[in-house]
């Protein structure tokens, strides 16, 4: 049966590759919910999510993600798989690693988790700073993260589909500072 689950998401990855970054973040929500804090409303026991079976059976799962491939998707399909992919690695790497505490930690965590998609790895100041804001540079970092000459900077999206106005609110960057201040 585990074995029939890994070709239907392997066979979801080459078809929807968004529903099916979109399903695995569902699932690692659900398991967040299942092992919230009811001392702390909000937050979550990420210990006691990384001792689940479940969460290694997600890990597991999540590996089909290394099968898409950026250039076969649209616009509107490429940002949804890359804002779900984002945030179910990073939430997959808070659980496994424990959540960074200081900014040293921060830097190295966001610089050091990496995401494997379509055989190009990824880190997630690369996803977020690279691809999702198309490819600035971050605070207090000299250079972009993609050079002119790097491949995978080719696959950065800078706006939100339907968006026309520079620097206006349909950009992803005014979207993802909304959401990071909520």
């Known amino acids: 049966l585990e074995f ?3 070709l239907f998401r392997s066979a979801l990855a080459r ?3 968004a529903q099916l970054c979109a399903a695995l973040r569902a699932e690692f929500t659900s398991l967040c919910d299942a092992h919230a804090d009811v001392a702390n409303p909000g937050a979550v026991r990420y210990d006691a999510v990384r001792a689940t079976p479940d969460f290694e059976r997600l890990r597991v799962r999540s590996c089909a993600l290394r099968q898409v491939r950026l250039d076969a998707l649209g616009r509107k399909t490429r940002l949804a798989f890359l804002i779900n992919a984002y945030n179910l690695t990073v939430g997959l790497a808070i659980a496994a690693f424990g959540a960074p505490r200081t900014r040293a930690q921060r830097r190295t965590f966001f ?11 990824y880190s997630l100041s690369e996803i977020e700073h690279g691809l999702l804001r198309g490819n600035r540079r971050e605070p207090y970092r000299l250079f972009r993260p993609f050079a002119a000459s790097d491949p995978r900077g080719r696959f950065a999206t800078v706006r939100i589909p339907g968006g026309d106005s520079p620097g206006g609110d349909s950009t992803v960057d005014a ?3 909304r959401k990071s201040t909520r």
């Open 4 to 6: 029939r689950r890994v």
């Open 111 to 121: 610089d050091d988790v990496q995401l494997c998609v379509g055989g190009d790895a």
């Open 175 to 177: 979207r993802i500072d």
């Open 15 to 17: 078809d929807d590759p």
